[in-house]
Structure formats: structure tokens, C-alpha cells
């Protein structure tokens, strides 16, 4: 079965610093997609950054990239240059094909903790 | 428009009420989704909609009953609910593109069940 795992349930990084969250996973699937999700208190939940499986190169968006791990099934996320506006819970998940449509599983999450 | 829009934003409900949850989107998406959300926890999903079918459906109560009239309405009603039922419901729809599927999410009805 496929699990999701964050083993952080809190960081805390200094504004303008770099700060990176873990997360791990296990499949028996070889191509899929990985994602990080963030939910600030207005608890709407925004896509931040995904991956695919079979593509070697680590995604980025501007000041969040991951280090994407394939044999270790590690799936970490790096924070450039922290602001205030990053703090919120931050959720790892992994995508899955099920009876026809897509299912996203998630890890337990990671609240992370900006100072000013 | 990118936006998924659930309505109402709050809802407070007795255990012999009915009420309805409403989701709504013109994306043209033709995948959307209902998730469950308790405080502190991950978003846990109840039912996929695929084409205006209902594709996954995780063994959620009864007392649960989704509906989708069209590809861009979604809604979830509700009956004789239990106060463990109180947490967050996301709407959320999807397509698929360059990248892999995205997913866009509502901001939630925080439901209390009295």
C-alpha cells in the first residue's frame, strides 16, 4: 500500500533563511507524481510544487524547490530566502490511480513556524 | 476563472437537521472531489467524481450523500450528522496537464454538528 510519511510535525526557520521539510514514501508503482500542498490559516489548500516520477530533474518554483530522491523514495522540499507569508501547514502527498480517478494520499503534515 | 467555489463558508447544524454543501466550478474540470479535513489532520477524501460519476466512494456513512447535477456543481448533503462529523470539507476539481494532474481547492465549510 502506499504511505506517506513527514516526520516533522513542526520547523521554525528565520525570515531570509533556508529552511527544508521531509517527507518519504512507499510504492511499488515506477512512474507517478508527488506533490507539496500548503495550507496557511485561511485553510485553503495551495499547490506549491510537484514532481514526477520519471523525470531525473528536481522541480522548482521560484524560492521552493525539492530534492527528489527516487531510490530512497525521498521527497523533500527547500524553502529559499523564508518570508512571514510561508507560514502554514505544509502537507507532502502522493498521487494515486484507483477505480478510474485520481486519489491524493497525504502525509501527516509539517507546520512550519516563521520568525521575524 | 480559477477558482473553486464552496458555499457556505460556515455551517452550524443540529444532529436531525438536513442541510446541503454546495461546490462550484467553471474551469471545465471533470474530476471533482469531496475531502474531509479534522482540525490538526490531513485532508482525508470521501468521494471522486469522474465525468458526473461518482468513481471512488472511501466507505463513507450514509449520512453522507454526494451528488453531482453537472460538471460544474458538486454538492454534499447532509443528514442526521453525528458532532464527530464537526471538521473542514474541501471541494476540489482537476485536470489533467503538462506536469500531471493539478489539483484546485475551495476554501472549505467548516462544519459544526451541535
Known amino acids: 500500500a502506499q504511505t506517506v510519511t513527514q516526520s516533522q510535525p513542526e520547523m521554525s526557520v528565520q525570515e531570509a533563511e533556508t529552511v527544508t521539510l521531509s517527507c518519504t514514501y512507499d510504492t511499488s508503482e515506477s512512474d507517478y507524481y508527488l506533490f507539496w500542498y500548503k495550507q496557511p490559516p485561511s485553510r485553503q489548500m495551495i499547490l506549491v510544487i510537484r514532481q514526477e516520477a520519471y523525470k531525473q530533474q528536481n522541480a522548482t518554483e521560484n524560492r521552493f524547490s525539492v530534492n527528489f530522491q527516487k531510490a530512497a523514495k525521498s521527497f523533500s522540499l527547500k524553502i529559499s530566502d523564508s518570508q512571514l507569508g510561508d507560514a502554514a501547514m505544509y502537507f507532502c502527498a502522493y498521487r494515486l490511480w484507483m477505480d478510474s480517478s485520481y486519489k491524493l494520499i497525504f502525509g501527516s503534515g509539517t507546520r512550519l513556524l516563521v520568525r521575524p | 476563472d480559477t477558482e473553486v467555489t464552496q458555499t457556505p463558508k460556515h455551517l452550524v447544524m443540529g444532529m436531525t437537521n438536513k442541510k446541503s454543501l454546495k461546490c462550484e466550478q467553471h474551469?471545465?474540470?471533470?474530476?471533482m472531489y469531496w475531502y474531509k479535513q479534522k482540525a490538526k489532520k490531513p485532508p482525508e477524501l470521501m468521494f471522486v467524481y469522474s465525468y458526473e460519476k461518482l468513481s471512488i466512494n472511501e466507505s463513507v456513512p450514509s449520512r453522507f450523500s454526494p451528488e453531482c447535477p453537472n460538471s460544474s456543481l458538486l454538492n454534499l448533503h447532509l443528514h442526521a450528522l453525528q458532532p464527530e462529523d464537526s471538521a473542514l470539507y474541501l471541494c476540489?476539481?482537476?485536470?489533467?496537464?503538462?506536469?500531471?494532474?493539478?489539483?484546485?481547492f475551495g476554501s472549505g465549510t467548516q462544519l459544526s454538528v451541535l
Open positions: 476540489a476539481s482537476s485536470q489533467e496537464e503538462q506536469g500531471g494532474e493539478k489539483l484546485f
Open positions: 474551469m471545465g474540470h471533470r474530476a
